[in-house]
């Protein structure tokens, strides 16, 4: 299935004057960690489909859904069935700049299935079904009706952490909303600077909060402090440079915004569960 792997970096390769790609999949093969700037929604339809994603296992059943956002490190073991694997490209979507509310649903993978909603479970079915049956159709709309089903989808994805975001921090709407947008602004910040010094103070400042305010805020709103999400990036930085061979561990603490090794190491391990060079080591056993 994968067709074009440069290192760990896969250039999905789809059809002329397209955007999307949908693999009917029943290989029984195993696909090597990888990564892609492109969307990824895996749906098995029959027997269970197993995805590693930095080093975790996401097993989705039978009519899940996986999602799976750009430039993630993942890969597959070789499992016998059936399952709808489709890829986008994301920069379609990540160019238009009132979209960036929606996207922020798309910040790690999430399988949906009942138990994660019922009715976003059967919304992302449907709306995996429904790409099935519009990329088959040839029709010269489709990529655009495509777009139109995900975008639903991340709307309601998005709406429904919103909800759980108002009830866990007891606010109303307008409230919600003022945060949507503020963080929106700070994570870009983050994202745009992390290989260098942040300190609270810039952040309050992009923010337009007090240091308190918005230290207490921001972990209300994120479900972790402002110092885990500046690491969380780091260390998903980090990842892609432990790719290279060439590339020494120390090289990678520094490139990545780690003042020391051993403040590298330990924050590696915490998120990771292991060191940098047994990471290292594991993409080296999978290639």
Known sequence: MIKHLSGDYETVEYDEKKYVLLHDNHDNEAYPIHWHSAFEMIMPVKNYYTVNIGGIDYVVKENEVLLIPSGELHSMPAIPGHRYIFQCDNSILGDVPALDSVLRALSVPVIINSEFDKELHILAKKTMLDIFSLYNSKS???????????????????????????????????????YSEKFGTVLKYIDNNYMYD?????????????KYHFSRIFKQYNSMSYLQYINARRTKAAEMLLL????????????????????????????KHCTPTDFKKYIEIIK
């Open 244 to 271: 290279d061979p060439d590339i020494p561990i120390t090289e990678v603490a520094m490139r990545a915004g780690f003042k020391s090794l051993t403040t590298f190491n330990r924050i590696f391990k915490e998120i």
């Open 140 to 178: 010269e709309l489709s990529d655009v009706r495509i777009y139109v089903k995900l975008i639903d989808l991340f709307i309601a994805l998005r709406d429904f952490q919103l909800q759980n975001q108002k009830s866990m921090m007891d606010c109303d709407d307008e409230k919600i909303g003022e």
């Open 198 to 210: 942040i300190s609270l103070e810039q952040l309050a400042n992009v923010a337009g909060y007090s």
